[in-house]
């Protein structure tokens, strides 16, 4: 199949998996994404995690976050999957972020270009190894849409059938196996 | 005559009652299998087993509603969105925990069989000798060479792969065709093998996955899907194996929700008559008859049964005059090992993903070793690849990070181990009459505990699986272990133990209850002690054993 239309389709199976768009009123600026059941974000905070996933993992000749729908599957996980505890660190640590944002650049995160986007989340990352900063709930809030937009990556389909090869029924098991052909276990 | 009559009653569909049913209908009984839970249809109703990951809305992982739901499963990694129900409703059949017991349940037909981890290994002469030789609980009534050619006929039928290794500690079956072990792992064992020489061994796991077609079963495709159930049929479970054996004879009744809430024992030829069950979708009660009754559902489920019944004669129930039913309930002890790096092997990977893994047998408090603690354990293990979404240390994000995602890391090597549990009289279940399930009847209290024994071998079983890692050339070996919760190990034994006198056990050697001779219990309930290998095959051997033995005393009229 055409590699194009292959990425298309899927990002139209990953879309109608996801949760319907809501029709509600906005109680903030711009319209969210999504409707979720428990964790409650505006429009604009949605589309931050949605720039933040699209941040870690770019659009390049080959599909980005956004193009797999990557910030709809971390929401679904944050939603379903997290206590309302983490869920509140989520939301504490999200407005974290987007204020060390907005403090940096005298603008929102959504704003931001790109080149700014990264630099800041490479700061985030610098200051995770470093452990510089006391800043818990934002870097926790940053680490769970890293760790959920990779998650969702390398276990899309996209990823586990154009990256590298998954075979249903393998049907036999090569214990020698070169690793330049890559398969997803 | 009444209706409703058989020649056999089968408690339990899972691996021994599977079993029960194959061997009695074979032997040209008519025979009814009652299983509590739903119907499972082979193949049709593995609803899961042909999705690909990405098709779980969670990548199969656990919701805040599942963890709500599931209490008791979602303490270990049961608990997941691929084959959910294939798990108990903790709700609808909870029971008591005087102390942490991890319960993890299958109500359907087939039971834990289709979940099971597959591992098949025999016992050897050390592990039915070790109760007379320790001088505790009581003696096995058998020995090996009582079970060594039921254990062929099982391994023949079920579909056992595995090495002949030649090792006494781990006798070697009828075997299909070995798996492989990877690259790493056949590095690591011939460094294992350098340094221990013939002291310790390490083998290819024997599982009961079929490497070449068997009775119409296709041989293992390398899925690792087994517990979403199989539609190739290569693992054994009831569904794939034994139901359609019975099913083939013409002899066999299966039904499904029917709680089997008591034996009906007649006083007067100390026998049973049949069993009373309890409808779980209409809640009606029924009876059906039959000359002889195979207990099979479960070690804790077939020790509930029989106290529940024959309580006008005994207080305790049927095969309670010993006072040991219930008792000297068992499991496996885990939670603890080592890991690490392999370093090389970059140009190397697998296809394929393998079923199995590697297995250390037992070597401790052998060949004369004596240890602070008695008994033993065996380890558990494999080499595999690190895949994509493991941290990358040099990238942190953008599009170079996406593309390093789709290269393997590095090689990894970790193992477990399974330690041996005693049979400690204290360590019991008994019916919890304050609390009721959804259908009013009392549940079970489980009291058990890991004790002194079981504490000081998990020391050795920590510090010996980083030393041998470390011998085997694995680098940054890190150990682990954890507070030791029985039930982990999903291998629950005892509660019904054989023995050679009924002052002291509530089977004998044939796994008949002393007080009703034409009542056998073949599964985890029967067991004397616990070893440290997986205990199924031998509940399967002991099942066959015992279905022999029943339909020979019926033709001779002894029961």
């Given at each position: 199949m055409n590699r194009r239309i292959a990425i298309r389709n899927m990002a139209l199976i990953l879309g109608s998996a996801a949760v319907l768009p809501s029709c509600l009123g906005d109680k903030n600026n711009s319209k969210p994404i999504v409707e979720l059941k428990h964790l409650q974000l505006n429009g604009d905070e949605q589309q931050l995690v949605a720039n933040l996933a699209e941040t870690i993992l770019p659009k390049t000749d080959t599909p980005g976050a956004k193009d797999l729908n990557l910030h709809l599957f971390a929401f679904k996980m944050i939603d379903d999957c997290m206590n309302k505890q983490q869920q509140d660190d989520f939301k504490a640590g999200l407005k974290a972020f987007a204020d060390a944002a907005d403090a940096k650049y005298k603008k929102s995160f959504n704003d931001c270009t790109v080149a700014e986007r990264t630099a800041f989340v490479n700061e985030a990352e610098k200051d995770i190894k470093d452990k510089a900063k006391d800043d818990a709930k934002m870097l926790t809030f940053y680490q769970t849409v890293k760790q959920q937009t990779v998650f969702g990556y390398t276990t899309s389909q996209y990823f586990m059938t154009k990256q590298v090869v998954y075979e249903l029924?393998?049907?036999?098991?090569?214990?020698?196996?070169?690793?330049?052909k890559k398969e997803a276990v | 005559m009444p209706t409703n009559t058989y020649d056999a009653i089968v408690i339990g569909s899972g691996i021994s009652g599977g079993w029960a049913a194959k061997e009695l209908t074979e032997k040209g009984l008519k025979t009814i299998m009652l299983e509590r839970g739903e119907n499972i249809e082979h193949i049709?109703?593995?609803?899961?087993?042909?999705?690909?990951?990405?098709?779980?809305p969670h990548r199969g992982g656990r919701t805040q509603k599942m963890i709500e739901d599931y209490p008791v499963l979602k303490?270990?990694?049961?608990?997941?969105?691929?084959?959910?129900?294939?798990?108990?409703n903790e709700k609808d059949a909870p029971y008591t925990e005087v102390k942490r017991f991890d319960w993890f349940r299958g109500y359907h037909v087939g039971g834990r069989s289709l979940m099971w981890g597959r591992q098949s290994y025999r016992w050897a002469d050390v592990d039915f000798e070790a109760n007379a030789k320790d001088g505790i609980a009581t003696d096995w009534p058998i020995r090996y060479k009582d079970l060594h050619d039921w254990y062929g006929y099982a391994e023949r039928f079920a579909g056992i792969s595995g090495?002949?290794?030649?090792?006494a500690i781990l006798p070697d079956g009828d075997f299909m065709p070995p798996m492989d072990m990877n690259v790493v792992e056949k590095d690591v064992q011939k460094r294992f093998k350098d340094f221990y020489k013939d002291t310790r061994h390490f083998v290819i796991g024997r599982t009961a996955n079929i490497t070449v077609p068997h009775n119409n079963r296709t041989n293992c495709?390398?899925?690792?899907?087994c517990w979403l159930g199989c539609p190739f049929g290569a693992y054994f479970s009831t569904q794939s194996a034994t139901l359609p054996a019975a099913m083939a004879t013409g002899n066999l009744t299966v039904r499904p929700?029917?709680?089997?809430?008591?034996i009906i024992y007649d006083k007067d030829t100390k026998k049973a008559k049949g069993v009373e069950i309890l409808?779980?979708?209409?809640n009606k009660t029924y009876e059906f008859f039959a000359k002889i009754v195979f207990v099979n559902a479960s070690a804790l489920n077939s020790a509930w049964v029989l106290m529940n019944s024959a309580t006008d004669v005994w207080e305790g129930g049927l095969g309670s005059s010993s006072g040991e039913?219930?008792?000297?309930l068992m499991d496996h002890h885990l939670g603890v090992g080592a890991g690490g790096r392999i370093e090389g092997f970059e140009d190397k990977y697998t296809f394929g993903r393998r079923a199995n893994g590697i297995y250390i047998p037992r070597y401790r408090n052998l060949n004369g070793e004596k240890r602070d603690y008695i008994r033993g354990f065996g380890y558990q293990g494999g080499g595999s690849r690190q895949g994509w979404?493991?941290?990358?240390?040099?990238?942190?994000?953008?599009g170079e990070f996406k593309d390093a995602m789709s290269e393997p890391g590095s090689w990894t090597f970790g193992m477990g181990g399974f330690g041996e549990t005693l049979p400690y009289h204290e360590n019991r279940a008994y019916l919890d009459k304050t609390k009721k399930d959804k259908w009013g009847l009392p549940v079970l209290a489980i009291d058990a505990e890991c004790k002194d024994n079981e504490r000081k071998m998990r020391i050795d079983m920590m510090n010996d699986a980083k030393e041998m890692l470390e011998k085997a050339g694995v680098k940054d070996v890190q150990s682990y272990t954890t507070d030791p919760v029985l039930g982990r190990g999903i291998h629950e034994m005892g509660t019904a133990r054989m023995g050679r006198d009924p002052k002291t056990s509530v089977l004998n050697g044939n796994n008949q209850v002393w007080d009703a001779k034409n009542v056998f219990v073949t599964d985890?309930?029967?067991?004397?002690s616990a070893a440290c290998q997986n205990p199924s095959l031998t509940y399967m051997a002991l099942t066959a054993r015992a279905a022999d033995f029943a339909v020979k005393e019926l033709k001779k009229g002894n029961i």
């Open positions: 029924v393998p049907g036999r098991y090569n214990a020698m196996y070169p690793a330049a | 049709k109703d593995y609803v899961n087993a042909n999705k690909g990951p990405w098709e779980f303490r270990d990694y049961p608990l997941n969105e691929t084959n959910l129900n294939y798990w108990t090495n002949k290794d030649g090792l495709q390398y899925r690792n899907k929700w029917s709680i089997v809430t008591k409808d779980a979708e209409t039913l219930g008792h000297n979404g493991r941290d990358i240390a040099e990238l942190n994000i953008g985890g309930a029967a067991m004397t």
